[in-house]
């Protein structure tokens, strides 16, 4: 990629209003581009916009959020780079509600919210040979119409379309068979026999909210997983992982010394659990109280895949038979895109588990349309869907020229062999990646990853040369603020992203005073 002039103003439609589509949105603004933003549901939030959900099942529900869910993130990695967190009003980890009080308060501050179009569902998005996009579209109750725009940023989510798996029998089952989309509280499975199929975030989750009031909960995990609390000797996860082993550590290196840290203040996992893969090869699951449940004996695991469904539950490939009154299965999402081109994300030709996205946004075939936030990463999402739209929006504007035709194919290529070597071969797993890397690789471009180079630099030209250099330690040896990349480079905060990073680093209480002066 090479940095060029920036072009003529840009007419910009994006289509989704939660995390990925508002971060979007803010850069498209700042950029100065005549931007439009769908959203076919009557509220912004994107996923965190709670819905609850009827007595029968229905299309219309696109959250997967239930009531209990917690963040996996803790408060001080999640926030967006240039709008901080306040500790003062937020709890270390948090659920649905504050998280979706966070994204309304960052659609305030950067005041996005009148240039959403609530209740306006995209119908179809098509490319023409002057590389523009025609898009249709519906608001509710009114006719299609369509708008020409020069790029589209599909910011609409993946956790929409459940993935049910075709199961043997399943039509024989003479209990409750449901997605975990349609789950919400533990409430009405009181007293029932429960089986969960899969063994993701939701699978665990599910066990520790329904193993208090049900008779019996299992959990059908094919290949095992890591489980990692969500605090360590007092303190969140997060905070024993830094830039520094993330970008300087050799992945196998860390990987064993992460393990290590997990055996020591957990115990190892049960080897009905314990998977052959290491633990940086899968979609982190966070739940601390999960082994507590399987060592008490509430929650049972089966190392095995179903085999089929019978009339009262499940046979397992082990040769075991749940007699069960509920089945839950947690298998995930399928990556749809209904209002694209249908090879967006594919072709018959794409290997097995893999996409062919460069950068996970940037389809193959496509100029000028950006896949957002379809991403699964072992930290929080907003820091990254936040550098996917900076990078996004350089493209457009002209700044940064992407690679194109045979170049941008090579380059997918290439990732995806990497991919294949670093994580479990599985549909779950095809749109993960490394987290700091990752962000330092959309970044990068800009100039706002933030090397030693730079903050060294720092040091000599900012004016406060022991300041700078606390901002130094802070970015590679203290729990990793995504402000951080907001130091230096195109887009840079400097003096909000410094005192935010030497904030959290000190874990004091509440945001400083220079951070709320800068935040004016």
């Known amino acids: 990629m090479r940095i060029m002039a920036t072009e003529t103003k840009k007419r910009v439609a994006i289509i989704g ?18 931007v439009e933003a769908f959203e076919a549901r009557p509220e912004i939030g994107g996923q965190w916009a709670y819905q609850p959900v009827p007595n029968k099942r229905s299309t219309e529900i696109q959250s997967s959020i239930y009531d209990g869910v917690v963040l996996n993130s803790c408060r001080d990695t999640t926030s967006f780079s240039d709008f901080p967190i306040d500790p003062a009003r937020y709890g270390d980890y948090f659920g649905h509600r504050k998280m979706l009080q966070y994204i309304h308060e960052y659609a305030d501050h950067f005041r996005l919210k009148k240039h959403i179009q609530l ?68 409430g009405r499975f009181e007293g029932k ?6 063994f993701g975030s939701a699978a665990v989750d599910l ?62 996992h049960p080897k009905v659990l314990k998977p052959d893969h ?10 601390s109280d999960f082994l507590e449940r399987v060592q008490f004996g509430t929650v049972q695991p089966h190392r095995a895949s179903v085999d089929c469904f019978t009339e009262n539950g499940l046979r397992l490939s082990n040769g075991t038979t749940l007699d069960v009154d509920v089945i839950i299965a947690c298998t995930g999402y399928e990556h749809c895109f209904s209002y694209l081109p249908s090879d967006v994300l594919r072709t018959p030709e794409t290997p097995a588990n893999t996409v062919e996205l460069w950068k996970l946004m940037v389809p193959a075939r496509y100029q000028n349309l950006f896949i957002m936030g379809l991403l699964e990463i072992a ?22 020229k992407l690679p194109e035709g045979q170049q941008r194919e090579k380059e997918i290529k290439q990732w995806q062999a990497r991919h294949a070597k670093e994580f479990v071969n599985s549909e779950r797993h095809a749109i993960t990646e490394h987290y700091a890397p990752y962000i330092d690789s959309l970044l990068a471009p800009l100039g706002a990853n933030p090397t030693v180079g730079k903050l060294v630099g720092q040091i000599f030209s900012s004016g406060s040369p022991w300041k700078a250099f606390k901002t130094l330690n802070a970015v590679y040896f203290s729990i990793m603020s995504s402000a951080q990349w907001r130091l ?28 709320l002066r800068y935040l004016m």
Not at 278 to 287: E, K, L
Not at 379 to 400: D, I, K, N, T, Y
Request: net charge negative; proline share 4%.
């Open 119 to 186: 209740q306006t569902k995209v119908v179809s998005c098509v490319q023409g040979a002057d590389e523009k996009w025609t898009v249709k579209l519906q608001r509710e109750g009114q006719e299609v119409e369509e708008r020409t725009y020069d790029a589209v940023f599909a910011a609409s989510g993946s956790y929409t379309t459940p993935l049910l798996p075709e199961f043997d029998g399943s039509e024989s089952f003479k209990g409750e068979f449901l997605h975990s989309h349609y789950y919400r509280t533990a």
């Open 488 to 515: 230096c480079g195109y887009g840079k905060n400097e003096k909000l992203a410094r005192e935010t990073v030497l904030r959290v680093a000190d874990g004091k209480a509440e945001l400083s005073e220079d951070e």
């Open 193 to 198: 026999r429960v089986a969960l199929i899969g």
């Open 278 to 287: 290491s633990i940086m090869a899968q979609n982190p699951t966070v739940r």
């Open 17 to 34: 209003g939660g995390l990925s589509g508002l971060a979007s949105l803010k850069e498209c603004l700042a950029e100065g581009f005549e």
């Open 379 to 400: 930290g929080p999402l907003a820091p990254a869907c936040e550098a996917q739209a900076r990078l996004a929006v350089s493209a457009v504007a002209g700044r940064v």
């Open 207 to 268: 066990a520790c909210e329904l193993s208090p009031g049900c008779k019996e909960v299992h959990v059908i995990a094919r290949r095992g997983g890591w489980i990692i609390p969500r605090y360590v000797l007092g303190k969140p996860v997060e905070a024993w992982d830094n830039r520094a082993t993330q970008v300087w550590v050799p992945l196998s290196v860390s990987e064993y010394l992460q393990s290590a840290l997990l055996n020591l203040v957990q115990g190892k």
